[in-house]
């Protein structure tokens, strides 16, 4: 029993959010420009690189920048110009290099997840004739649950085909770490279509909502 | 505890067979059905390569609100499918049971054409002994 992943999308069909736990078959790095910038520095493009410039960037090369100082914790960080460092706020370790690829690349992933939750969606509502979501489906391997918000936000996470309904948990996430993290703040711009609202305390705090939970070991 | 419908789907995405049973879902025309086999076709090959975990079978039950779709893949490629509430536990029996009167009544047919749709009153009857009266 585990839990593998969890995509966030926005009401333009954008991928602006993932993270991922257990996966042995993790996507490859997206190809420039797939993904917009602070989706998760997991999977965005040259994710070497950005460790080598974490140091030595300019300050002066975004107004972003002034917010990153030496001491001070980075709350939001929305440019990838100015990665998240390496907090002590993170504290689990990054999993070890993936031993396996699905042979995607995380963009391309991400389009084939919101492409099936979105024809399944259609598809419920045309079979139940009413207002009626899709919820979940499972395969020999994986299980999909999908949470929609009434502001269009789709909340998908992927676990283990024993799994009971995870719905809740997305809810959980969506009232929680959600809006506290994001939407009440000030520095991720939501709904912009050019960043992602991947931050420090909302990365953390869902990870430390799903790690808690008794499906997860 | 109902069975809504059932539908068989050939290897290439074409609705062959659909019957509607108990009444709980929308009434829709027969392209609307054609079209959403084929959407189901579709997705149930990208279900397939979204895993992260090794290797994976396509989708096997999507669940809605109030109804579940059960989906059985025949190593020829042939797909059953059976719309049921969610509380039907006996949707995997059913439909392997489906399988076998297929095999009985419809590939045993000498006037039968594969892939092209199923009209057999065989067929028909013994899906009719097995999950009810339909509403042709």
Known sequence: MTIHSLYIYDRHCICIYYQDWHRTKRPKPAVE???LPAVSQAVSPLPLSIDAKAGTSSTYSSPRNTLSSSTGVVIA?????????????LQTPLPPAPTSSTGLAFDEEAKLVYGVVLSLRNMI?????RDEQFVNYRTSSYKLHVFETLTGYKFVMLSDP????????????YIGPFLEYVVRNPLVRMDSREYGIDNEYFRTSIDRLVRGLSIFS | MAIYGLWV????????????FAEGLAQLTSNEYLVLAGTLHGIHAITSRLSPMGSSSGAQVIEGETFKITILLTVTG???????????????????RVYDAYADSVMKNPFHTPEMPIRS?????KITALIGTGQA
């Not at chain 2, 509430?85 to 006996?90: I, K, P």
């Not at chain 2, 009153?121 to 009857?125: A, I, L, M, R």
Request: proline letters at 4%; zero cysteines.
């Open chain 1, 33 to 35: 420009g797939g993904i």
């Open chain 1, 77 to 89: 960080t929305n440019d990838s110009a100015a990665p998240v460092p390496n907090t002590p706020l």
């Open chain 1, 125 to 129: 509502k045309k079979l139940s004739g």
């Open chain 1, 162 to 173: 024993k799994a009971d309904s995870l719905r809740f948990v997305l809810r959980q996430i």
């Open chain 2, 9 to 20: 789907i050939n290897k290439a995405g074409g609705l062959v067979y659909q019957r509607n």
């Open chain 2, 78 to 96: 042939t797909k059953f499918v059976l719309l049921t509430s969610l509380a039907e536990t006996v949707a995997d029996a059913v439909l392997q």
């Open chain 2, 121 to 125: 009153e065989g067929f028909d009857s």
